[in-house]
């Protein structure tokens, strides 16, 4: 299991965050009723709160991965992505921006466990 769970964390956690709230994310909010979040709605400026945080946390989660595998691709993909989410949401809530940092997110998650298991020891030096 890797050390590093931060950006796995925080970007589910901000997937899961969006499904919680269908007002505002028609896609996520489909899947949050399937998954029975939809009973968070009357929380919704508070889970959007937490949204931002999540987004933040996994942004740290990329820093981290970073160096200990030290690719920069990630680390750009995760800083344009969480810029892209904080963005939208603190603005005019585009969605295209919103879910496509929300993908990047996920993607950079997935692409920082492939980098970690390719350096397992040779990183765990630097």
């Known amino acids: 299991m890797s050390a590093n769970i931060l950006d796995k964390v925080g970007s589910i ?4 965050a969006g499904a919680a709230v269908p007002c505002c994310f028609p896609f996520l909010g489909l899947i949050g009723s399937i998954l029975g979040l939809s009973f968070l709605a009357p929380y919704e400026r508070y889970i959007l709160y937490a949204m931002q945080i999540l987004v933040v946390v996994a942004l740290i989660g990329s ?4 160096r200990r595998h030290g690719k920069i691709l990630p680390l750009f993909l995760g800083i ?6 904080l963005y939208s949401l ?12 929300l ?12 980098e970690a298991r390719r350096c397992a020891d040779p ?3 630097k």
């Open 13 to 16: 956690g901000a997937v899961l």
């Open 63 to 66: 820093l981290i991965a970073y």
């Open 80 to 85: 344009a992505s969480t810029a892209s989410v």
């Open 90 to 101: 603190n603005t005019d809530m585009d969605i295209r921006l919103l879910y496509g940092g």
């Open 103 to 114: 993908t990047g997110l996920l993607v950079v998650a997935i692409w920082n466990s492939i």
């Open 123 to 125: 990183c765990e030096a």
